[in-house]
């Protein structure tokens, strides 16, 4: 019996660190992709406090930039009802690197990658 107790204790601490591990990730830029409606992306970035965040157009035209900030990360919803079909890419940076991530607006929706392309600054 207390050999089936230990063995679930040391079950339940393995998947609790596992799982803690997935949702908050280890390293700075880690967007989390959140649930969005019609032309409305949502997303958030865990353990940053600050960084600055743009939105390009594919001819590398800046259209949006904001320095954005939080205590424990950044939560940030964008409605794009107001641009028009194509592909634009959202550029996350911090003071040690940029993560891009591709945006697709549609006639009724929006989508945000969840899979980025980091470089150094």
Excluded: W
Excluded at 11 to 22: E, F, I, K, N, R
Aim: aromatic content about 8%; proline content about 1%; some cysteine.
């Amino acid at each position: 019996m207390k050999k089936i107790m230990k063995l679930s204790l040391v079950c339940a601490v393995l998947l609790t660190g596992m799982s803690t591990y997935a949702i908050d990730g280890n390293e700075a830029l880690n967007l989390h992709v959140l649930k969005g409606n019609g032309k409305v992306i949502a997303f958030g970035i865990n353990q940053l406090q600050k960084a600055v965040i743009s939105i390009y157009d594919t001819n590398g035209n800046l259209i949006y930039t904001e320095n954005a900030s939080g205590k424990t990360g950044i939560l940030r919803t964008f409605s794009l009802e107001e641009f028009p079909q194509g592909k634009y890419i959202l550029e996350v940076a911090d003071s040690f690197k940029k993560v891009k991530y591709d945006i697709t607006v549609d006639a009724n929706s929006s989508t945000l990658s969840s899979k980025g392309t980091t470089s150094l600054n």
